[in-house]
């Protein structure tokens, strides 16, 4: 059921690629229409079509040097959750010129966690797949066999467009394939956003309905349609609830959200059983029940990565963690460290939150500072196996070269259950404040409870680490620190997003769909511009800080209690005791209540608007941006 798609089939698709491959919507037709004409003949030709989905939406860590996130790399940590030694990440603030961009630094890659630029290419792809079968295959499949495939295609337009919706906001739509002599519909103007999103919701509840629940190990079914659907139905009703002030619009995409993740977890084949840190450090998880996809990496075939070689403690990283999302952890008690009973629960030595925050603290992080990871001295590992650091107890060691350049094959949990226990969860806590049912402690269990509940490793038991103490909605965490328009379930739940997607992926939607983009802000939040704590005065076996005279007159903390910078001058050990900072850190530029700047929907590209108006249509820039930067 989960899919291996680490070597998708390429044979097929090159032959297709004259008729299937464009930038942008106005590619002109394929000139090999005989061979197009030809193909649509089989269910084999339209699943090897339909392999070429995979890479494109699951492409897991990428490829060599290709990466789609990793921590301490580029800016694809862009969140409240990544701290930088120089300048902070910034957002766009003036239209670019071409296709769009939600951040002012340049990509050379898409994601969906970047979000996608103005650009149509696969949905064309996915229009072909829809107009051939209905053209070409009604009498050459089974009803059953039609309706499987029909509702693949429809999945994937649903997913492409609720992708393009939640950068953009209004986009054209089309279902069916251009020809580009239809000037007027190659340049219409954008289609109101939720007129799309009732066509995706349509899409949706197509391929719950059609889906097979089974199509062989490895390919997309009906669960992992309808895991798919609650991400992206969540993510809707959020939009509509928080940016749009829609409640209507936002109890329908919630409610689907719940009834897709009800799809999945009805089905009893999935749990959490597997210990954190081993769903993104094994070689293979196709058969984990965590798991619902799956990408496989195999040296033997020249499909490696490099993202655990950002984590092997030996790579100077510019990029690091926040204080801030230090702080967000709760403790074993459930707790915020603010109200938490927890002995030592306001202690941030790093030893001390091993100790006594949820197990997902020490499977992400380091046991030690490092100076290896410059902006923030605590190193992210979560996506290294632990005997691979075996080395830094050698004397002179260095990491195994599986462990260094692009030479790592530990696969990519595309898809976790616990995503779509955490989806309907909220889901069914956003329906409560719409009038919907109440949330009963039985959900609370299904959901934030079994994750709480997934084994520790033995590394984990080794250093004591202890599981969080399940959620009870009788004694519900109250932080101090919670947003006073967040129910205390819903600022829980968000917690717990946070602390199991930390440097994957996500969290920078999630900022923009809870309309919360002001968590980015440094000014606001200054704990965005501090990493680890740091205490001279005890400084012990969870130091890696290496030869302090490289840090006399570099080594800065921030200490909260007396409100004062303080630089180790190489004999103030004891006064050295808080947040540290480094020296280059700087602050975002201001990005809220700009004129001419909506960080929370990207502007199109002024090449696109002008490319419009050459062939006499206009094409409506964002709202909130300017049509031009002149």
């Known amino acids: 059921m989960k899919r291996n798609i680490f070597s998708i089939i390429v044979v097929a698709l090159t032959s297709l690629m004259v008729f299937t491959s464009c930038d942008d919507i106005l590619d002109r037709p394929s000139k090999t229409t005989k061979e197009d004409d030809n193909y649509w003949d089989s269910e084999a030709k339209l699943r090897l079509y339909a392999n070429g989905f995979y890479d494109y939406y699951f492409p897991g860590y990428g490829t060599g040097w290709t990466v789609y996130y990793a921590p301490g790399i580029n800016n694809t940590g862009f969140s409240d959750d990544v701290l930088s030694n120089s300048s902070q990440t910034n957002f766009t603030r003036q239209v670019p010129l071409a296709k769009g961009s939600m951040y002012a630094t340049t990509q050379n890659y898409q994601s969906e966690y970047q979000g996608p630029t103005w650009n149509f290419a696969f949905l064309r792809k996915i229009n072909i797949m829809r107009d051939r079968m209905e053209d070409k295959m009604k009498n050459k499949l089974s009803t059953e066999a039609y309706n499987h495939w029909m509702g693949f295609a429809r999945l994937f337009h649903g997913i492409e467009y609720a992708r393009l919706v939640n950068v953009f906001g209004d986009v054209p739509y089309y279902e069916h394939e251009l020809s580009n002599l239809d000037r007027d519909e190659v340049y219409k103007d954008r289609t109101p956003r939720n007129e799309v999103m009732d066509k995706v919701y349509d899409d949706f509840i197509f391929a719950l309905d059609n889906l097979r629940k089974n199509d062989g190990a490895g390919y997309v079914n009906r669960y992992i349609a309808a895991a798919l659907i609650s991400r992206y139905a969540l993510y809707e009703g959020s939009w509509q609830k928080y940016y749009y002030n829609d409640n209507e619009r936002a109890k329908k995409f919630f409610e689907l959200a719940k009834t897709a993740g009800d799809i999945v977890i009805n089905s009893g084949k999935y749990a959490i059983v597997t210990p954190f840190r081993d769903l993104f450090c094994s070689t293979d998880l196709t058969s984990a029940k965590d798991v619902l996809l799956y990408r496989k990496y195999d040296s033997s075939l020249g499909k490696t990565h490099c993202v655990a070689s950002y984590c092997n403690v030996n790579e100077a990283l510019a990029q690091g963690a926040t204080a801030d999302l230090i702080k967000a952890f709760n403790c074993v008690d459930g707790k915020s460290y603010k109200e938490s009973t927890v002995a030592s629960a306001t202690d941030f030595r790093l030893e001390k939150l091993i100790q006594t ?167 606001e939040n200054p704990d965005l511009l501090f990493g680890a704590y740091v205490d001279l005065s005890r400084r012990g076996k969870n130091s890696m800080l290496g030869d302090m005279k490289n840090y006399v007159g570099k080594l800065r903390v921030y200490n909260e209690t007396k409100n004062e910078y303080v630089v180790y001058d190489g004999n103030n050990n004891r006064q050295v005791k808080g947040w540290f900072q480094a020296e280059t850190t700087e602050p975002r530029q201001p990005f809220l209540n700009m004129t001419n700047v909506n960080p929370y929907l990207c502007p199109i590209g002024t090449n696109q608007i002008n490319d419009y108006q050459i062939h006499g249509y206009t094409l409506t820039q964002t709202p909130g941006w300017p049509s031009s930067n002149n």
Do not use: C
């Open 357 to 523: 925050r949820d197990p997902r603290f020490e499977a992400t992080f380091y046991d030690s500072l490092s100076n290896n990871s410059r902006a923030s001295l605590l190193y992210v590992v979560k996506f290294i196996p632990r005997s691979a650091l075996s080395y830094l107890s050698e004397k002179g060691g260095t990491p195994a070269t599986e462990w260094t350049g692009t030479n790592n094959t530990t696969g990519f949990p595309v898809l976790r259950y616990s995503e779509v226990l955490l989806n309907w969860i909220e889901a069914k806590a956003e329906l409560e404040t719409l009038g919907g049912p109440a949330v009963t402690q039985d959900d609370i269990d299904i959901s934030i409870n079994a994750i709480r509940n997934r084994p520790l490793d033995a590394g984990q038991e080794a250093l004591g680490v202890k599981k969080t103490a399940a959620m009870q909605l009788t004694d519900l965490a109250d932080d101090p620190d919670r947003d006073a328009d967040v129910p205390q379930l819903l600022w829980e739940i968000r917690r717990e997003r946070r602390m199991e997607f930390a440097f994957e992926q996500g969290r920078i939607i999630d900022l923009r769909r809870w309309h919360k983009l002001n968590y980015m802000d440094t000014t």
